[in-house]
């Protein structure tokens, strides 16, 4: 099945600084990579996602990147603020023509914004 | 609107207890997803449904029981918990089961004593 390694797992930056965040996944079938940010107490809410027909997507200060080659996609945080703060999960799937769907998450990273 | 709801927001039972959680949403979503997530941990698949009807069941204990009377509403129906059954427990939808984004609740937080 599917693998997904997330890194770092801890991720501390100052407010106006750039964070990455960074997932390898194992399955080349593999199309769909969202990403989630979950705040303390709050589910999961999806926050960007790309599909392997592009390489790169964007939504004011967050970007995602794709690399199918060498099965790798980032997320991009730009000009972070305090309320960046939260835990980050990226995800994979693929569509395997049937009725079997399923998200495999990164373990997640805790991204702390210091004021 | 992409809101799901889940109620109760918490909840404490006993191992010999029966309880339910509950979970709706109004998006038209067909695909509705029940999701078991521990502390520092990501989310658990454990059941989905597709238009009303049990797709996945990711192997869970008998303990625990979905139910989707109709395409809004998706039910978790719990009996005879372990206390390691306390967690997160996470409801979400998407338009139709496959690719396509999934909007999660705010989940209940079970402890079972």
């Known amino acids: 099945g599917e693998n997904v390694e997330q890194h770092p797992s801890t991720l501390s930056v100052q407010e106006g600084d750039s964070a990455v965040i960074k997932c390898t996944y194992s399955d080349s079938a593999s199309n769909y990579f969202p990403w989630y940010k979950q705040e303390l107490g709050k589910g999961p809410q999806l926050i960007i996602d790309i599909r392997s027909n592009v390489g790169e997507k964007k939504d004011q200060r967050i970007a995602v990147t794709l690399n199918k080659t060498a099965k790798h996609f980032s997320l991009h945080i730009t000009e972070t603020q305090p309320e960046d703060s939260a835990v980050y999960f990226c995800a994979a799937s693929r569509d395997s023509g049937g009725s079997n769907y399923k998200l495999t998450f990164g373990k997640g990273t805790l991204l702390t914004v210091n004021p | 609107d992409t809101e799901v709801t889940q109620t109760p927001k918490h909840l404490v039972m006993g191992m010999t207890n029966k309880k339910s959680l509950k979970c709706e949403q109004h998006m038209g979503h067909r695909a509705m997803y029940w999701y078991k997530q521990k502390a520092k941990k990501p989310p658990e698949l454990m059941f989905v449904y597709s238009y009303e009807k049990l797709s996945i069941n990711e192997s869970v204990p008998s303990r625990f029981s979905p139910e989707c009377p109709n395409s809004s509403l998706l039910n978790l129906h719990l009996h005879a918990l372990q206390p390691e059954d306390s967690a997160l427990y996470l409801c979400?939808?998407?338009?139709?089961?496959?690719?396509?984004?999934?909007?999660f609740g705010p989940g209940t937080r079970l402890t079972v004593t």
């Open positions: 979400a939808s998407s338009l139709r089961e496959g690719h396509y984004e999934q909007y």
